[in-house]
Structures are given as structure tokens and as C-alpha cells.
């Protein structure tokens, strides 16, 4: 069967991958420039328990995640093949994830949080060893990768196996026929049998020009996310290092703190705020809250090293649970993933793999949630949805060293959720964006 993948990020990667592994002729088709790729922006944690923490644990979306956690773990130990693929050389030695509480401006909601991750990590210590101490949270099955020596290694493994088409979809047409046309930015279509969209916070574009796009009634959005890479240019300082991850619980609608060894820099990340267009140039508070982040939370002496900031779009939907399925028998769309969705694409690219094969028992209860065809999810359905919101937002203003005007948020709620259909509760991370930019649309 041809099948045309269309995103060159990590959802792409490996959803051509496993295609192509099965036997299936596959075109790759993504921009060479990669410009707002989530993947080459990552830390890359391989991080299972990042919404533990994150406003709701007992999410089915954290519960999935929870109980696929094994199976993820085990493929990547495949990809590592023993430390020996590009971008793992940490990876069999690593310490796993050092959680700690914020020394400085703990919020109420990053205390639960944190009480959160120790309690997951104390009921999941029999199955993968965690254990706490002193304030402190470890993960040890929690690794980190390389992302960027990892994914130009894989590109190009990949790309020997497949046709690359250096373009962007810019919408697919089923024919009479039944096979597809995909529509692209420059030169001629390119036709297939199947397609799979997994063009990160882009996805959404491609949808909405496409012959299923009245069918899906989840959006997509972007999640702007910034990220430092220190490093040191002068011989008599040393570039600061870590054995494993060390990161606090996420604070609210951001991502925490947290540092991540890569080669010889240091990844400290990351910001996060969601809008509905790509926004490139790293926001300067962003990039001043992590500078504090790493000075206060890492003890680190930041006088005379150098940064370079990253800045990708997290893919995310409007009720943030990611899409994954099929909408009819020609076409699967992958995008959503958010925080964690490198860590879990190896996952999703098998449940891709196995819909090809026509297997769709495989994921079943990713397939089930993530339907791209459901109504978007509301939060939770019952009133206590503004004090989550303040709770989540006093943990993001702390990240900033700010305090949270409590009658000026309650507006903010209020407005944003007259713009959507009455009981429905828009996820705490998203009420900014429904408030300042959803009527724009
Ligand atoms: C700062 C930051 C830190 C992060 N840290 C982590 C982490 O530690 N661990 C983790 O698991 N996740 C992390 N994430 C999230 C993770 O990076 C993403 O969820 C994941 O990489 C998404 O992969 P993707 O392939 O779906 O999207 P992307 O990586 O964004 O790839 C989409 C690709 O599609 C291409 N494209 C765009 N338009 C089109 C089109 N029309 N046609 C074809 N191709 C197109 C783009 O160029 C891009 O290459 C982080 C994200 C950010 C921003």
C-alpha cells in the first residue's frame, strides 16, 4: 500500500518508520527547515508522569498513560539499542528524573502536585522502583535522550527507506476512485492509498482544507514552548552538569523547571503558553523565567555562560487530549501530543502501524479517548473548575515571581467561558486563549 505521511517531526519519524518496516511504500513529506518542530525543540525527557502532576491525576488520559507506561518504556529501550543509537549515549547510565520541590515561591498547587507525584511514585515503586526522600521524588525509569543528534540520525535512516518530498500538505481530496490526492505548497500532488497527518500544531491547517474537515470538531493549537541551552565558550568554566533530569512538579499552566543534560550544554526548559498561530521568537519573559528557574532552582551561576533559546509549538487540541485515529479508511490523524508527545510517538506510530494492518484492537483505549471524530472533552464537569483555574495560574505566576490579582483572573475565567456552550469547562491551561484570542477566530 503507498501511504503519505505528512509531518517530518517525531510522530512522522516514526509512523514512516514502522510503515515502511511492514512493507508499505511510503512518502515522507515535511519542510527540510523544520521551522517550529516541536521534536527539535524537546529536552527530550522520556516522561511518562508529566500530567501526574499536572491539574487532574486521575485524568483517563493520565490513567492510559499510567498503564501503557511499561510497553513505552520497553520500546525505548529498543531505540537505544543498548546506548548505542546517535543521541543515547546517556541513556543506559542516566539517574532518571530528580523531582524536587521549588525552593522559592511554592504555590499551593505546585505543594499538591508534588504530593501527587510522590504519591504515584510511591504506589508504582514495586513495578519500576521509585522512591522518595527528603522532599525529593525519583524516577528512575524516566531517561532523557538526545533529541536533536537522535533525530538527524533517524531522518536519515528514514529517509533512505521512504520517498522525502521536501513540501508542505496543504490539503488531501479523496477521488472517485477512492485513493487520495495530496494537495502541496509547490510542484505537483502526490496521490496515495492512505494518509496519515501528523503535521504537529500544523495539523489543524491541513485539516481544515481537507474533505473530512467538517467531520472533526477539535482544533488545533499552538503551544509556544521556549527553552534554554547553556553552555560555556571559555575554557576556565566549566559548562554546569547533571547526571539525570532534575525538574520541579509543573506549575500550572508552565511546565516547571527543568534541566535536562544535553552533550556538553545543558537544556534548561520550559515555557509554555498556547495560541492559535505560530509565534517564533521566544517571548522575553519566558526566557527570563528560565533564567531565574535555573539560578534559583538549580543553584546555578549563570555569570559568563551562553545561551541559545529554542522556541517550537507544542501540538495541541482545544480540549487538550490528543487526536489519534482514523476518520474514515484512507486517512489517520496524530497530532495533540502537547508536553509529552516525543516520549509517547513510538507508542502512537505502532497504533498508526496497526490500523495500516487493519489491527485496530492495538491502542484501544488511546483509539477510544483520542477519537478525532468525538466532541471536544470538557474539563470536568462539575463547579469547582474556577478554583482549579486559580490554583493553576498561582503556580505560573509564581514561576514569573508574580502575584495573582485574584478578581482580574475571575473576570478572565468568566469571560472565557461565555464564549462556549454553557457547562462545558475549558481546560485551566486554556482559558487565556479562549479569553484573548477565540473570538478572533
Ligand atoms: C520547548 C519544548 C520542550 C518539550 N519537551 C518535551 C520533553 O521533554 N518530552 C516530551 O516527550 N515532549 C516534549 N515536548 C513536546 C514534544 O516536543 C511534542 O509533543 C512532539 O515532539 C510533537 O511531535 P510531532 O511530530 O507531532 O510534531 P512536530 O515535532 O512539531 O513536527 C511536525 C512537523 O510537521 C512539519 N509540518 C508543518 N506543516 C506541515 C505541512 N503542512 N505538511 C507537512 N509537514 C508539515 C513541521 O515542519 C514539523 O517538522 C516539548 C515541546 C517543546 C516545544
Redesign the pocket.
Known amino acids: 500500500m503507498r501511504i503519505a505521511v ?8 516514526f509512523s514512516a518508520f514502522e510503515l515502511v518496516e511492514q512493507g508499505h511504500e511510503v512518502v515522507l ?3 527540510a ?15 511518562v508522569y ?1 500530567e501526574v502532576d499536572c491539574i487532574n491525576y486521575n485524568s483517563p488520559l493520565t490513567q492510559l498513560k499510567l498503564e501503557s507506561a511499561q510497553y513505552l518504556f520497553d520500546l525505548w529501550d529498543k531505540i537505544s539499542n543498548s546506548g548505542q543509537t546517535p543521541g543515547f549515549e546517556s541513556y543506559s547510565n542516566a539517574k532518571g528524573t530528580e523531582v524536587k520541590k521549588y525552593e522559592k515561591g511554592n504555590a499551593e498547587f505546585e505543594i499538591n502536585s508534588f504530593n501527587k507525584m510522590e504519591q504515584i511514585s510511591l504506589k508504582d515503586t514495586k513495578k519500576n522502583g521509585a522512591y522518595k526522600s527528603n522532599g525529593k521524588v525519583f524516577l528512575p525509569q524516566e531517561k ?1 535522550v538526545n ?1 536533536r543528534v537522535f533525530l538527524n540520525f533517524f531522518c536519515k535512516e528514514v529517509s533512505q527507506r521512504v520517498s522525502y518530498l521536501d ?4 490539503g488531501i481530496e479523496k477521488l472517485a476512485n477512492g485513493k487520495l490526492k495530496v494537495n502541496l ?1 509547490t510542484g505537483e500532488p502526490i496521490y496515495s492509498d492512505r494518509a496519515v497527518v ?6 489543524g ?2 485539516v481544515a482544507s481537507s474533505y473530512f474537515s467538517s467531520r472533526v470538531k477539535v482544533n488545533s493549537l499552538f ?5 534554554l541551552l547553556l553552555s560555556s565558550d571559555h575554557s576556565y568554566i566549566p559548562t554546569p552538569e547533571l547526571q539525570g533530569i532534575l525538574r520541579t512538579p509543573n506549575r500550572g499552566g508552565t ?1 516547571g523547571v ?1 534541566a ?1 543534560p544535553c552533550g556538553d550544554k545543558l537544556y534548561v ?4 503558553f498556547v495560541s492559535r498561530y505560530p509565534i517564533v521568537k521566544p517571548q522575553a519573559s519566558s526566557v527570563l523565567a528560565l533564567l531565574r528557574g535555573a539560578e534559583e532552582f538549580l543553584n546555578l551561576e549563570l555569570h559568563k555562560l551562553s545561551i541559545e533559546v ?6 495541541l487540541s482545544d480540549d487538550m487530549v490528543p487526536v489519534i485515529g482514523a476518520v474514515d479508511d484512507n486517512v489517520f490523524l ?2 495533540g ?9 513510538p507508542h502512537h506510530a505502532r497504533i498508526v502501524s496497526n490500523w495500516a494492518e487493519g489491527k485496530t484492537s492495538f491502542g484501544l483505549g488511546w483509539l477510544k479517548l483520542c477519537n478525532p471524530l468525538r466532541s471536544k472533552y470538557s474539563f470536568i464537569n462539575s463547579e469547582p473548575g474556577y478554583k482549579l483555574y486559580e490554583k493553576n495560574k498561582k503556580g505560573s505566576y509564581a514561576q514569573h515571581g508574580k502575584q495573582v490579582d485574584s478578581s482580574k483572573l475571575k473576570d478572565i475565567y468568566q469571560s472565557a467561558h461565555s464564549r462556549v456552550e454553557q457547562g462545558y469547562m475549558i481546560h485551566p491551561d486554556l482559558v487565556n486563549y479562549y479569553h484573548f484570542e477565540y473570538n478572533k477566530i
Open positions: 505528512l509531518g517530518n517531526g517525531a510522530s512522522g519519524l513529506i515535511g519542510p527547515d523544520k521551522y517550529g518542530s516541536a521534536s527539535y525543540t524537546a529536552g527530550l525527557m522520556l516522561n508529566s532523557h533529541a513540501n508542505k500538505a496543504t505548497a501528523c503535521s504537529g500544531a500544523f495539523s491547517e491541513v503551544g509556544v514552548g521556549s527553552a511546565c527543568h535536562v526548559g520550559a515555557s509554555s529554542l522556541t517550537g509549538f507544542r501540538p496524530m497530532y501530543g502537547g508536553r509529552d508527545g516525543f516520549t509517547w510517538a
